[in-house]
């Protein structure tokens, strides 16, 4: 079973949300406390989607708001480098600062996030700075779900989510739900379920997709029955080593495999995942081959240092999908 995109339209994605930096730690089996040296990369998920897509060779845009200082230079530069065009990334003019995740790696299943978030430029994202002549050229739009945690973006993700719908874009809601941005697990559900029902495809974990539904033991039939009665189309939900499923409207059901890798670092893997897996659809992949790039390249990006500069290519992913037939 294959998705259909319209074919006439000049980018393949454009991505919305946020583009910050991450600082992972170059020592490793250590906590942060003794963590002198860090490596800086690009990060955000939907930055580092866009990133990974532009890899995979998909003509690729980004709509998101930098500051105005040498962060916010250094990602513009290294996207806009990398394939993604910028031309849609505004600069911030009220002094907010670009946000950082301090990652720590003390052992291959031990890894945490320490992220400073507070008045970032991304979140400042406002209605007015959505191009409608822009959005309306993509065949699919990535909405991220950290960007709906505070206003003014809420607001700008919504009126690209009312857009997209507009001009017949496939909305991509990849649920990217981060903890330490949001006020609560009910407004969480509010706004998750607001986008959801919008969206044409859903992609999230198992337990995103319990802050959805703000319940903790939530189980796929009953949440993809619920999001059905709605626009999505395809559901993916993503079990970790066991992994992943992907659920059409019209009744069928898909399984893909986790693949083995040695594993560094625990983070990376949702953005490389939505990234392969989108790829192969937007090229006209099955389903079923959509799942085993997702998969492969969740697998390439965590046995590696960086998120964003470990985006693999088409021909890693597929070496590593026939290496373990």
């Known amino acids: 079973m294959k998705y259909p995109f319209d074919e006439t339209k000049k980018y393949d994605v454009i991505a919305v949300g946020r583009a910050c930096i991450d600082l992972n730690a170059v020592e490793y089996n250590r906590p942060m406390e003794e963590t002198m040296t860090f490596s800086k ?35 513009e530069q ?40 507070d008045q970032v430029a991304d979140l400042y994202l406002e209605s007015n ?7 309306k050229k993509t065949k699919a739009l990535v909405i991220s779900g950290t960007a709906l945690s505070q206003s003014p973006s809420r607001e700008a993700i919504l009126k690209s989510v009312q857009l997209a719908r507009k001009h017949d874009v496939t909305i991509v809601f990849e649920l990217d739900y981060r903890p330490y941005t949001w006020k609560s697990a009910e407004e969480t559900a509010v706004y998750y379920q607001l986008v959801a029902e919008q969206a044409n495809i859903v992609i999230g ?61 625990t983070f990376g893997a949702g953005d490389s995942y939505a990234s392969a897996f989108l790829y192969a659809l937007i090229t006209g992949e099955s389903i079923e081959t959509a799942l085993k790039f997702g998969s492969a390249s969740a697998s390439i990006v965590v046995s590696k240092h960086s998120s964003s500069e470990a985006m693999p290519t088409v021909l890693e992913i597929e070496d590593l999908i026939a290496a373990q037939v």
């Open 78 to 117: 290294y996207m806009r480098e990398g394939g993604v065009d910028t031309s849609q990334m505004v600069t911030d003019q009220d002094g907010h600062k670009t946000g950082l995740a301090f990652t720590e790696i003390k052992s291959p299943e031990e890894c945490s996030i320490l992220m400073y978030r």
């Open 129 to 135: 700075e959505i191009n409608e002549a822009y959005l």
């Open 41 to 75: 990369y690009v990060g955000g998920s939907p930055a580092n989607i866009a990133i990974g897509m532009a890899k995979l060779g998909l003509k690729v845009g980004f709509i998101g708001k930098i500051p105005d200082d040498q962060h916010g230079r250094f990602i």
């Open 205 to 265: 974990t198992r337990d995103e997709f319990d802050m959805l539904e703000n319940r903790g033991d939530g189980e796929n039939t009953a949440t993809v029955a619920a999001l059905f009665q709605h626009t999505p189309e395809l559901i993916v939900i993503k079990h970790g080593v066991e992994g992943s499923f992907a659920y059409a409207k019209s009744g069928e059901t898909f399984r893909g495999k986790a693949y083995m890798t040695k594993v560094l670092k």
